[in-house]
Nanobody, 115 residues
Framework: QVQVVESGGGLVQTGGSLRLSCAAS????????IGWYRQAPGKQRELVAR???????NYADSVKGRFAISKDNAKNTVYLQMNSLKPEDTGVYYC?????????WGQGTQVTVSS
C-alpha cells in the first residue's frame, strides 16, 4: 500500500515562512513526479508547485520567487518551502504522487496566513 502524508502546516502572519513536508511509505519519489496543490475555501484546487522525476521544477505564477519545491529521495520526502506568505496563500495543501497506475493524494495540511 502507498501512503502519502503531509505535515508542517500551521498559522503564520503575513510575511512569515513555513516548510511543508510530504512523506511516502516507500521509494516512489525517485520514479514519479510530485505535485503540491492547495485549495482555499470556495475555490477549486490548484497546482502550486511540481517536481518531476528528473527534478524539473514548475511553479504557479502566484508563488514564483516565494516558494521552492525540493525532494530527498533517500528520505522519501518532498518539501515545499514557503516564504513571504500572503493571506491569499491560505488553504489546505495537498501532496500528489503521479504514479503510473493512478495518482496518490495525501489528506492535506492546513496553512493559514493572517494579516
Amino acid at each position: 500500500q502507498v501512503q502519502v502524508v503531509e505535515s508542517g502546516g500551521g498559522l503564520v502572519q503575513t510575511g512569515g515562512s513555513l516548510r511543508l513536508s510530504c512523506a511516502a511509505s516507500r521509494s516512489l519519489f525517485a520514479i514519479y513526479a510530485i505535485g503540491w496543490y492547495r485549495q482555499a475555501p470556495g475555490k477549486q484546487r490548484e497546482l502550486v508547485a511540481r517536481i518531476s522525476s528528473g527534478e524539473t521544477m514548475n511553479y504557479a505564477d502566484s508563488v514564483k520567487g516565494r516558494f521552492a519545491i525540493s525532494k530527498d529521495n533517500a528520505k522519501n520526502t518532498v518539501y515545499l518551502q514557503m516564504n513571504s506568505l500572503k493571506p491569499e496563500d491560505t488553504g489546505v495543501y495537498y501532496c500528489k504522487v503521479e504514479a503510473s497506475e493512478r495518482d496518490y493524494w495525501g489528506q492535506g495540511t492546513q496553512v493559514t496566513v493572517s494579516s
